[in-house]
């Protein structure tokens, strides 16, 4: 693994060295005393693979020259806040997850007079979007409320306008229709130069906000918090101290949905919470 900057190149191996380690960790410290972002219980495999891959893309040869970068420019520390947030997703990802919500757990939502749900680690929307249309479908949009949240605010800007590129939808539209889909996706947006909009009505009940799930606190009684693929990003210490944040942000026996290679079982919150659709990472709390 390695791009070319210049005749040089940064390699993966060059990662395993105690010296790497110890700049690593001055280089997160930075970032959380200078721009109050706190990556320091971030899985470090995975980080010391997104920070090879911002050096390589951003020209920086070692740890110390990204540093001065992204401390001395407010845009440096941006464009690495996009690889270290990595802002991937897409509409109805892992179908069979909004499946089992729709045919599972929205049964049990209908019951209450007013709803809240809370996408943790929106990225740039596609979730919070799907939820919406999935939640108008079932009748439950105009009573539910949705929050929305990231660390990134560039990612919340973008989520906020709901415009997402033509083709990237257009790919999601079979996983709409396993999940359940109840109408013709194209009957949720319309095409405007070359991009997909959503309609306003699907975000009018959603509130997109700046949360950190490493030092923010609770959202209270949620009825179903959905964070997908980001407690894999973090160490074991984080993961426990994400999952207790939940447990203090659902209402009882609400709904924790995490991504497809995510658990729960060896944390020690897990005996809080029982496996409500195993297959698809969606628990109850207790």
Not at 154 to 161: F, I, V, W, Y
Not at 243 to 256: E, W
Not at 264 to 283: E, S, W
Request: net charge positive.
């Amino acid at each position: 693994m390695g791009t070319k900057i210049g005749t040089g190149l940064i390699h993966m191996e060059r990662t395993h060295t105690r010296e790497f380690e110890i700049q690593l960790k001055i280089l997160l410290e930075a970032i959380n005393l200078k721009y109050d972002y706190d990556f320091r219980q971030y899985a470090p495999a995975s980080m010391q693979r997104t920070v090879v891959h911002a050096m390589n893309r951003m020209a920086c040869r070692t740890i110390l020259e990204l540093k001065n970068k992204v401390l001395g420019d407010v845009e440096c520390f941006y464009d690495l806040l996009q690889s270290l947030t990595i802002p991937v997703s897409e509409m109805f990802r892992d179908h069979t997850y909004f499946l089992a919500l729709r045919e599972k757990v929205i049964p049990h939502l209908k019951t209450y007079p007013s709803i809240k749900v809370w996408v943790a680690g929106c990225s740039t929307g596609e979730e919070v979007y799907s939820l919406a249309i999935l939640l108008k479908e079932e009748d439950l949009l105009e009573r539910t409320t949705l929050y929305a949240t990231d660390i990134n605010s560039r990612n919340l800007e973008q989520a906020e306008k709901g415009l997402f590129d033509l083709a990237a939808i257009n790919n999601c539209a079979q996983s709409y229709q396993k999940s359940g889909g109840k109408c013709r996706f194209t009957d949720y947006y319309t095409v405007i130069a070359g991009g997909a909009k959503f309609k306003n009505a699907l975000k009018k009940n959603i509130t997109f906000a700046d949360h950190s799930l490493v030092t923010d606190g609770v959202f209270s009684e949620m009825h179903l918090i959905s964070c997908r693929n980001v407690l894999i990003y973090f160490d074991r210490e984080l993961q426990d101290k994400t999952l207790k944040l939940f447990f203090d942000s659902l209402f009882k026996k609400g709904f924790l949905g995490l991504g497809a290679q995510e658990t729960i079982q060896f944390l020690k919150y897990a005996k809080y919470y029982d496996p409500f659709v195993k297959n698809d990472r969606i628990y109850q709390k207790k």
